[in-house]
């Protein structure tokens, strides 16, 4: 079964591209799937140079100008990129046999938010309270994105492995702020929801009332922010339909044309650049990323709530990536199966694991996990990540990988 590890620039350039491949070679991994374009970070690297990691956001390698030179919204630069460290990998995992995948966080960068607050998200009061969260509707951001692409898929890589190219939710993500009302699930969807002129165009041209769905969004979370109880329960499309009415379900649902159509010009970019696109699905990571412990709705079910549709994206995507983010080998069978149900026989499905806490306590559980993502019908398996797990916890993905 195909695999991979992921790593961070920093994690090459602070223990020494030979010493972190000829580890990852001994792991029985085919690959490795580097950190390209990262968002901003502060990570517990327990055996890097520096055992707390504060990351930017950025690309590892200089913009391209023929791509960005016309183009609004241009990536920030981390430190280090003139050195080309993607192409040197590039050159190290060729010569030991390995795949080198571009992971490339798309529309999560609070740099350019913070810049250009118009591209991000506003909510149904018109507030931009989420400034690492750029809306999929905005032509710049579109333009940005098929850029990004491009331009990763330009170091040479064999994939673009496309983390946060959809919608985002309320409140994940983003550093811990205060706020202590008591808002409900369905209460965080509705706040979450974008109501930009670009979202309400793009909803009232698919017949949807755009204007009473953020009228009734407001109301009801307005209401909770007034002391109102808040509703409890997971978000289904038909307790959402109970709680704020049927516009408002259409209107959520109304987002998957705007993903569906930016993946297809990312990966139709990445395609024609020689690579190929890897869309990973967050939902799995937003049920479970905190504890392993995700609520029961299986993550192929809510990717709705992302604007994500994966039967539309199964026919237009090369491969699919989920992240099966729970503690149980059993929930994650039940994952990878409703995953696989979604995407074409044909279409490449990958799934990451994390081999190490919150959800992975030992060896022999990371077994049956791998186990399970085998025979629910997945084609390969990945591992997160090199750089934020000791040493003792990477040793087990060999004898999980042959179990």
């Not at 590039?90 to 118009?118: K, S």
């Not at 905005?138 to 491009?150: C, I, K, Q, S």
């Not at 987002?255 to 993946?263: F, H, Q, Y």
Request: hydrophobic letters at 40%.
């Amino acid at each position: 079964m195909d695999s991979s590890l992921y790593v961070y620039v920093e994690d090459v350039r602070g223990e020494g591209p030979e010493k972190v491949l000829d580890r990852i070679t001994g792991y029985g991994v085919t690959g490795v799937t580097v950190a390209a374009a990262c968002r901003r970070a502060r990570d517990i690297t327990p055996h890097g140079r520096t055992r707390v990691t504060v990351r930017r956001d950025g690309v590892h390698f200089p913009p391209p100008d023929d791509l960005f030179g016309g183009l609004r919204l241009v990536p920030p630069v981390q430190d280090g990129a003139e050195e080309e460290p993607l192409a040197a990998l590039r050159l190290a995992t060729a010569r030991r046999g390995l795949a080198l995948h571009g992971w490339t966080v798309f529309l999560r960068n609070g740099t350019l938010g913070l810049a250009d607050p118009d591209v991000t998200v506003r909510n149904c009061f018109g507030d931009r309270g989420s400034p690492a969260d750029l809306c999929p509707s905005h032509p710049d951001v579109r333009l940005y994105a098929v850029a990004l692409g491009r331009a990763v898929a330009r170091q040479g890589v064999d994939s673009v492995v496309a983390e946060a190219l959809h919608f985002g939710a309320f409140g994940h993500g983003h550093r811990h702020e205060p706020g202590f009302v008591p808002l409900g699930p369905m209460d965080v969807f509705l706040l979450g929801l974008c109501f930009c002129d670009f979202c309400m165009r793009r909803a009232v041209d698919l017949g949807v009332n755009a204007e009473a769905a953020r009228e009734e969004c407001s109301r009801i979370v307005g209401g909770v922010f007034d002391g109102d109880p808040p509703a409890q329960g997971e978000v289904t499309r038909a307790a959402l339909t109970a709680y704020a009415g049927p516009e408002v379900v259409a209107y959520a649902r109304a987002r998957s044309e705007v993903v569906t159509s930016l993946v297809s010009d990312v990966s139709a970019a990445v395609t024609e650049e020689g690579s190929r696109l890897v869309f990973l699905d967050g939902t799995g990571s937003a049920k479970g990323y905190a504890d392993g412990l995700p609520s029961p709705g299986l993550a192929a079910h809510d990717a709705w709530q992302f604007g994500v549709d994966l039967v539309a994206l199964g026919d237009l995507v090369p491969s699919l990536g989920a992240l099966a983010y729970a503690r149980d080998a059993a929930r994650i069978a039940e994952d990878v199966a409703a995953y696989r149900r979604s995407t074409a026989k044909d279409r490449e499905l990958r799934v990451v694991l994390r081999p190490g806490l919150p959800d992975t306590d030992t060896a022999d559980r990371l077994a049956a996990k791998v186990r399970a993502v085998r025979t629910s019908g997945a084609d390969a398996v990945d591992f997160y990540a090199y750089g934020l797990v000791p040493y003792p916890v990477l040793d087990r993905i060999p004898d999980a990988l042959s179990a």
